[in-house]
C-alpha cells in the first residue's frame, strides 16, 4: 500500500482544513488508517483512526470534537476533517496504515509522506 497525503496549508485560528489520503493498492479497505502529526521538536504524535470498515474513530483527547475522520473504500481515500483550529495544531501531518487500528505508531507500517499545517494566532 502506498499512500499520499494532501491538503494542507495555512489557516488562522478558528479555520477549518481537510486533508486527504489517498491509496493505491487493492488491500487498502483491509487496512486501519491513522493520522499522526509531528510538530517541529517534538515526538511524532496519535491524532486518530479510523477502522478498516469506517466505523466511529478514535481520537486523541487534544482533537476530540474538533477533527473527524472519514474514509471511502471505493475511492481508497480517508479524509481527516479539522475544525477550530489552534496554533497548537500547527504540525506536518501523516496518514498511515496499519492492520490495528492502535494508537501506537510502531503498529503502522504504510506512511505518506506528510502535508504541513500551519495555525496562526
Known amino acids: 500500500v502506498q499512500l499520499q497525503a494532501s491538503g494542507g496549508g495555512s489557516v488562522q485560528a478558528g479555520g477549518s482544513l481537510r486533508l486527504s489520503c489517498a491509496a493505491s493498492g487493492r488491500t487498502f479497505s483491509l487496512y486501519a488508517v491513522a493520522w499522526f502529526r509531528q510538530a517541529p521538536g517534538k515526538e511524532r504524535e496519535f491524532v486518530g483512526v479510523?477502522?478498516?470498515?469506517?466505523?466511529?474513530?478514535n481520537y486523541a483527547d487534544s482533537v476530540k470534537g474538533r477533527f473527524t475522520i472519514s474514509r471511502d473504500n471505493a475511492k481508497n481515500t480517508v479524509s481527516l476533517q479539522m475544525n477550530s483550529l489552534k496554533p497548537e495544531d500547527t504540525a506536518v501531518y501523516f496518514c498511515a496504515a496499519g492492520e490495528s487500528p492502535t494508537k501506537t505508531r510502531s503498529a503502522y507500517g504504510y506512511w505518506g509522506q506528510g502535508t504541513q499545517v500551519t495555525v496562526s494566532s
Open positions: 479510523i477502522t478498516w470498515g469506517g466505523g466511529q474513530g
